[in-house]
């Protein structure tokens, strides 16, 4: 039939013939008929064509997608047998290691920085580790508690001593020596909340000890000398004097098991600056950095934990959060992840491109390709902008609403606002302002890394009600040119320290409860964990 003069159909009817119905060559499949309005009959013959072309092109598409389902199963099969029968530790040591959690607690005082002690040297010297003993490796977990202000700082329980006393001590990753006060006979003390530590004669660490070289150098001692000496001065000018002691650390793993461990620490008999402020909440400095004699890399080098460590600062004040030891605690997914910036100072640095505040680039007149340093200090109460991006901000801020004008007389910190409304916390103002962003280079030239700091982390209020800036210029500490992370940026996020991969992460978190990790997300673990097993 000649179908090219057929009028135009007005319409059709399809009636779908169930899957049992067998055609006229005996295959088994829908069929579909079709009458048309119109004079001629041959329309519903073509339509009946053209349904059968669309069911085969669909009978293809179910077959790619089944095929897809399969593939995902098998991933999700593989990946859950990575996850419950494989150890992710296996590929980089041969011992397995725990890690140890450690609370964190307030401390009373004013907001110094920490960062980059400038009595501490790093000789270079590494403790040798070849003679260590072998043995399963622990992890420890410590509760934070504490606030940016008005207590400035946070500090966790150490015990030291044989038998083992209770020591609190600020969490300070700018920090090489751990030290506390002690009676040696003590010049210079501040009435903290332990009593002093009083070290016996043969704790005292010799000269010629390899930790001494590691905090000293070179340093000619004369035969006569039989004590390690050392002075610090931080960058808020204050200072600590004493002697290196060797004592047993006492740790309590996840577990509920106690580790009894050699340590070096500082023995101060002679503080002066915010260290001599009595009464103090605080008995020393729990030194973090990436040195040698830090508290993270002398317990590696017994083999006690990988060198790994992190802390959690909890935004709200009534949740301090927890510092861990070792790499139990490390999550697997969902880090962001930038390698540390080699340097002589054993700080906690990488490199950022751009600092914004909202949409504006702070940091404008920099170089195209310059990059700035980052350091992540934990002993500094405040956060510390180049001088450039500070004045910008601080310009961006004056202009931000005619709600908000400097109050000048509030001096609780440099910058203050008074608003026209009252204030009860933060969620009443925070809407009012941008988030500051710090721009890393991206991963794979695609994958953004961002730190991401909302107002309620760069911002606290006063006495008076007033809005005040906890961000500071830094040339007030020496760091013109590079930006200082303290802990009201540091609120809020699991910051993690791997200096066996040389590398700091960070990822958001309300800091409540520490975690074991798996390899593999927990939803999924689960799940394959019903199924599977």
């Known amino acids: 039939m000649e179908h090219a003069s057929s009028p135009r159909a007005h319409g059709v009817v399809v009636i779908a013939v169930a899957p049992e119905h067998h055609d006229d060559s005996g295959k088994k499949g829908w069929r579909l008929a079709a009458a048309a309005f119109g004079d001629e009959a041959g329309f519903g013959v073509e339509e009946e064509e053209e349904g059968e072309v669309r069911w085969r092109e669909r009978r293809v598409a179910s077959l790619w997608r089944v095929a897809g389902a399969l593939l995902v199963v098998a991933a999700l099969a593989v990946a859950g047998h990575y996850c419950l029968y494989h150890d992710p530790a296996a590929f980089s040591r041969e011992e397995v290691r725990s890690s140890f959690l450690l609370p964190l607690y307030p401390k009373s005082g004013g907001g110094g920085a920490g960062a980059g002690a400038a009595g501490e040297s790093a000789g270079g010297v590494k403790p040798d580790s070849a003679g260590a003993e072998t043995r399963e490796n622990s992890s420890a977990v410590l509760p934070i508690r504490g606030n940016v202000f008005p207590d400035g700082q ?11 006393r209770p020591y609190f001590l600020d969490v300070d990753t700018g920090s090489d020596l751990t030290w506390i006060q002690c009676d040696a006979p003590c010049t210079n003390c501040a009435k903290g909340p332990h009593p002093l530590y009083k070290p016996e004669k043969p704790n005292v660490v010799p000269p010629r000890d390899s930790y001494c070289q590691e905090l000293q150098g070179n340093q000619n001692y004369g035969d006569t000398s039989k004590q390690c000496d050392y002075e610090i001065t931080y960058a808020d000018r204050s200072s600590s004097m004493g002697i290196l002691a060797r004592d047993n650390m006492q740790l309590i ?6 580790e009894n461990l050699d340590f070096v620490f500082g023995c101060g008999y002679d503080q002066q600056g915010n260290l001599l402020s009595s009464p103090a909440n605080t008995d020393g400095i ?82 195209a390709g310059k990059l700035t ?72 030239f695609i994958l953004p890394r961002t730190f991401v700091i909302p107002p309620e982390d760069y911002l606290i209020i006063s006495d008076k009600n007033n809005i005040c800036l906890g961000v500071l210029d830094g040339t007030e500490i020496g760091h013109d040119s590079a930006i200082v992370i303290g802990d009201v940026s540091l609120r809020g996020k699991l910051v993690v320290y791997n200096n066996d991969e040389k590398q700091i992460g960070w990822v958001q978190s309300d800091c409540s409860k520490p975690q074991k990790q798996s390899g593999f997300p927990f939803l999924f673990k689960r799940v394959l964990q019903n199924q599977l097993l």
């Open 154 to 164: 946070y500090y966790t329980a150490m015990y030291i001593g044989n038998p083992p």
């Open 253 to 258: 793993t996840a577990d509920g098991e106690r």
């Open 286 to 367: 729990l030194g973090l950095s990436n040195a040698a004699i830090s508290l993270p890399t002398q317990l590696a080098s017994q083999g006690i934990i990988s060198n790994v460590f992190g802390h959690c600062i909890a935004a709200d004040p009534s949740n301090g959060g927890y510092m861990f030891l070792g790499d139990d605690y490390v999550p697997r997914w969902g880090m962001t992840w930038m390698p540390i910036r080699n340097g002589p100072e054993n700080l906690y640095s990488t490199e950022v491109q751009k600092v914004n505040y909202g949409d504006q680039q702070l940091n404008v007149r920099r170089k």
């Open 373 to 444: 340093q980052v350091i992540f200090d934990s002993g500094s109460s405040y956060t510390y902008l180049p001088h450039e991006d500070y004045a910008n901000l601080i310009a961006s801020l004056k202009s931000l609403s005619p709600s908000l004008l400097q109050d000048e007389s509030d001096r609780t910190l440099p910058f203050c606002m008074k608003p026209d409304f009252p204030v009860r916390s933060m969620d009443d103002v925070k809407h009012l302002f941008k988030p500051l962003s710090l721009v890393f280079k991206k991963r794979l």
